[in-house]
């Protein structure tokens, strides 16, 4: 395991926290969602008890190295202060004269949220003047922030060349215990949904989860892939035709080492790809051509739970269809209340996973949602990330 906060002396100490504070925001800059927010008060909060000088540092959607008003931090600062009951300030600029102003003012206990880190272009670059500027705003660092631990950016990794004292937060902590254990010690069954639209994006996840899981379920457009490498007409659904060989492949070497491998065997199909659109439930050997499928029909919603049933880790990454569309979100729905429903330890990856189990109403049943995307599946592929990698281990 990797070296936490609570090991590191704090009292008294400047210490840059990189939170994600990557939230969804309408259009009149309100947040949507503020699980990110929430996940990362558990480390704020010990280093504020412990009398630390408390700096956050995070980024909001991609704004390219210039600054943009809709993409600011200071609804995050807000949202935060309302959460922990205190009042946040909220610098400008996240490097600068007055930024180390704002700073040199802090007393024991305070936090202070800087602005939108890609603000400058040195972030994503990883510069390392950048990354030196963010490190002489502090004496300690501490990476909560597991949604951005697969980029090698310059408050991920660079400014860790600059402090000694470096940890990960709570957060980053409970993502590595929940995801690694359920990769190298799972309570068994092991069953593992994979979902999502393409094969190609998930081709190292599902190699790696197929070695580990007793049980397979494949869903989403993906599944399309699949059952058209077995022979099936699947009309005008998404297939990528240079995913055939390995996709038949991974599912052939599954079942021979004795892993129970389920695809979709009816689907929801339309016309087009379109909430209004007319649809109907067919097999999946009956697809008709011209139609596409969108979410996976009644019998499978069955198939997939009467295979999660007896599961004691579920892992479950990417939804069963377009479930942003109501037409087609029964069967992602339908999974979530299945997963819920285990007396399993239930570990939902990031990303539209997380969304679809929120929609559901699910949230509060599942044992852990991970707030990283593209770092989960990163983890889940068996991938070293970055901003773990330059964490030291616990003593």
Known sequence: MKRTLDKLALKGKRVFIRADFNVPLDDDLNITDD?????ALSTINYAIDAGAKVILGSHLGRPKGTPDPRLSLKPVARRLGRLLGKEVAFAPDSVGGQVESMIGRMQEGDVLLLENLRFHKGETDNDPGFARQLAQLAEVYVNDAFGAAHRAHASITGITEHLDEVACGYLMQREISYLHGALHDPVRPLVVIIGGAKVSSKIAVL???????DKVIVGGGMAFTFLRAMGYGVGASLVEEDMLELANKIRLDARSRGKKFYLPVDCVVSTEFSAKAETKIVTTQEIPDGWLALDIGPASVKLFQEAISDAKTVLWNGPMGVFEMDAFSRGTFAVAHAVADTYALTIVGGGDSALAVHRAGESENMSFISTG??????????KVLPGLAVIPDAD
Do not use: V, Y
């Not at 190699?207 to 899981?213: D, F, I, P």
């Not at 995307?373 to 068996?382: D, Q, R, T, V, Y």
């Open 35 to 39: 699980a990110r927010i929430r996940g």
């Open 207 to 213: 190699q790696n989860l197929t070695e580990r899981a």
């Open 373 to 382: 995307g593209g770092a989960a599946l990163e983890l889940l592929e068996g």
